[in-house]
């Protein structure tokens, strides 16, 4: 069974251009998860959806930062325009229902690198 | 705001000796506990939950739990170099809430 898979794995950009990052859960989860990790900051969590619904966005940065969740298998999180403190690596992590919601299973990341 | 501290370390360890990793939190509600295991460059990956007071048992790795210290500890006996990784503490406020992580620590095993 295929895990959360996200893409791209690797992206490099300049100040101002729009990011997208894409992220396909695994099959059967109704909770997807966006989280952000640095050096500085560790693992923050950004936003979640239940049911293709966000619930909680309140880590989002400001409002450059959007995400979306149009179907149970795909999302997205969008950076526009991007910002060279917006480097780092962003993960999504999906969960099972009537599980809880602490059991996540994170894809490998995309690592973006704003210039 | 929810916070969830652990020490950064790096903690080192030789191979064979018992590894304690230590987590606090702030939210006097939570009710679920998890450690995650990070090799570098790559997604962490649970290794452990806990919910009650305690301690649980899964092979070399005992999560220990004291929630009126709101206290956290994992322990791994016989530490292996496989081992040497950064090890994320998470905390889950309420049902239905997402995890909070800490920052992790780093445990380095010598062999």
Redesign the interface.
Known sequence: DAGVIQSPRHEVTEMGQEVTLRCKPISGHDYLFWYRQTMMRGLELLIYFNNNVPIDDSGMPEDRFSAKMPNASFSTLKIQPSEPRDSAVYFCASSSPGANTGELFFGEGSRLTVL | QKEVEQNSGPLSVPEGAIASLNCTYSDRVSQ???WYRQYSG?????IM?I?SNGDKEDGRFTAQLNKASQYVSLLIRDSQPSDSATY?C?V?GQ??????????TTLSVSS
Request: hydrophobic content about 45%; aromatic content about 18%; charged content about 15%.
């Open positions: 679920s506990f998890f790559k997604s962490p990956e649970l939950s919910y994320l998470a889950d049902a239905g809430t997402a995890l909070i992580f800490g920052k992790g």
